[in-house]
């Protein structure tokens, strides 16, 4: 399941965490959660639990369920990250976050099939410095 996570500053709110649908469905869906920061993780679970993404994340229509889990401590830790370095960070946004299936099936499987691969992928991040953008 494809994710985004970001955080940037509202000039009138500040310090804002953004979850949503991600991946080519960002700009079609209009999917997505702000919050202030800091967060909880209660508040990003109830973020998610706003979203269509969280009936995805749960193996819509027979589909794998993903690891929420893992989207939500992305997301923490993003939001902690981007309090911590606001100073220079203008803007952070990870899309796609490849949120990761859990079940045991051959597709999620590790080198231990025992063992399934949980958790998510930053396949793509952008930094807007505060003097300009760079990419990760």
């Known amino acids: 399941v494809e994710a985004i996570v970001g955080g940037r500053s509202?000039?009138?709110?500040?310090?804002?965490?953004?979850?949503?649908?991600?991946?080519v469905l960002v700009e079609l869906v209009n999917d997505a959660a702000l919050r202030l920061l800091p967060v909880c993780p209660e508040e990003v679970a109830a973020m998610i639990d706003d979203l269509r993404l969280a009936r995805r994340l749960s193996g819509f229509r027979g589909g794998l369920a993903a690891d929420r889990a893992a989207l939500e401590a992305a997301a923490l830790a993003l939001g902690r990250f981007f309090l911590?370095?606001?100073?220079?960070?203008?803007?952070?946004?990870?899309?796609?976050?490849?949120?990761?299936?859990?079940?045991?099936?051959?597709?999620?499987?590790?080198?231990?099939?025992?063992?399934?691969?949980?958790?998510?992928?930053?396949?793509?991040v952008r930094v807007l410095w505060q003097g300009g953008v760079k990419e990760a």
Not at 93 to 120: H, Q, T, Y
Request: avoid cysteine.
């Open 84 to 124: 911590d370095h606001r100073a220079r960070v203008k803007e952070i946004e990870i899309n796609p976050l490849i949120v990761r299936s859990i079940d045991g099936s051959p597709r999620a499987a590790g080198p231990d099939p025992a063992k399934p691969r949980v958790g998510a992928i930053a396949v793509d």
């Open 10 to 23: 509202d000039p009138f709110y500040g310090p804002l965490l953004l979850i949503g649908s991600g991946g």
